[in-house]
């Protein structure tokens, strides 16, 4: 199992040139794009299940942590825990996949950042550097079915993982202001986005 914290949001349309040019200022890696499937579950928006390169993930909103003021934004934070499991066997992959109405298929293109806070501080790290005390901080593009979404998310983890979301949230923040106001009605996961759409 996993823990972490996070603050999220999610826009509807195509990504804002102003916000890809701010994260830019931080001089991102970019990810490969990516296909997850998400079980659709309109009864549910605490809870998400997808797959994702040959695993099951569960992921679970276990704590709401009120709200955050940041330069430019507001977010509500939540706390998650997360489940990996491997599939052993993908020979009903495609089968599952191929349901639509049963597992959404969401596209990704991402930016991320990614901080060790083992010194007390955000420090920037290697994409692939494993850290016990971080944050990642990822500008998302994202297509589901006939809707286009961006998305700006940080999520925190370790043993302080609230501080850690906190430290980096206001260096990111300050460092520069962003360019497009984050309300906290649009601040909220996935498991929210995936429950709206199908709703």
């Known amino acids: 199992m996993l823990s972490s914290t996070e603050v999220r949001w999610f826009f509807e349309g195509a990504l804002p040139k102003a916000m890809s040019d701010w994260f830019n200022f931080f001089e991102p890696f970019f990810q ?13 928006a605490r809870m998400g299940i ?13 704590a709401e942590m ?15 825990e ?10 009903e992959w495609g089968t599952l996949v191929a ?3 049963v597992w959404l298929p969401v596209k990704k293109e991402r930016k991320m950042l990614r901080f060790t806070l083992g010194g007390g501080f955000p420090d920037r790290v290697d994409k692939d550097e494993i850290v016990e005390n971080g944050c990642e901080v990822e500008l998302s ?3 589901i079915i006939d809707k286009t979404f961006w998305s700006l998310a940080f999520e925190a983890f370790g043993s302080l993982a609230d501080m850690n979301l906190q430290k980096t949230t206001h260096d990111i923040f300050e460092k520069k202001v962003c360019p497009i106001f984050l309300d906290k009605e649009n601040s909220f996961g996935y ?4 429950h709206d759409i199908q709703s």
């Open 99 to 101: 349901r639509p109405e």
């Open 50 to 62: 997808k797959l994702r390169e040959g695993q099951i993930q569960i992921k679970c909103l276990t």
């Open 66 to 80: 009120g709200e955050e003021y940041y330069a430019n934004a507001t977010g509500k934070v939540a706390r998650y």
């Open 82 to 91: 997360k489940w990996n499991f491997p599939v052993v066997s993908n020979e």
């Open 191 to 194: 498991a929210r986005l995936i």
């Open 141 to 143: 593009e994202i297509e």
């Open 32 to 44: 490969a794009p990516r296909t997850d499937y998400y079980l659709s579950n309109t009864d549910q």
